[in-house]
């Protein structure tokens, strides 16, 4: 490897590790290896769903609903990892995280199959 293509390498923080909890690093072009990886797991995550749930919300803001009740979880275990440790695994976040990246991948899917309707609504004293 010459100098140039040293300096062209640049390293990329990676979550991949399975057994260990902190970042360990990838040279960037390892990262064209990992991805199509990581999005086959993303699609494999939405077809479980799919298989589980066929049925997605028409209303949108129940479909968006959905997705944050995924970034809470996967929230939740970033927080528990970094404060409670023993609570959490780099494993479990990555697995929520997935989980999240499906549920955002199913709203777009329908965003052109919503009603945007505003809920009724009633005062409160
Ligand atoms: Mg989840």
New binding site residues.
């Given amino acids: 490897m010459n100098d140039t293509e040293q300096n062209e390498k640049r390293w990329i923080p990676s979550l991949v590790s399975q057994h260990h909890r902190q970042l360990h690093w990838v040279w960037k072009e390892e990262i064209s290896e990992w991805l199509p990886s990581l999005h086959s797991e993303i699609d494999a995550e939405l077809q479980r769903a799919k298989s589980k749930f066929p049925d997605w919300p028409t209303d949108p803001i129940h479909a968006f609903a959905i997705v944050t009740e995924?970034f809470g979880?996967a929230a939740k275990e970033v927080l528990q990892l970094t404060y409670e440790p023993k609570k959490s695994t780099i494993e479990r976040i990555r697995t929520?995280t997935i989980?999240l990246a499906a549920m955002a991948h199913r709203f777009l899917e329908s965003l052109d199959r919503y009603e945007f309707k505003p809920s009724a609504q009633h005062e409160q004293q």
Avoid: L, V
């Fill in positions: 995924e979880e929520e989980q």
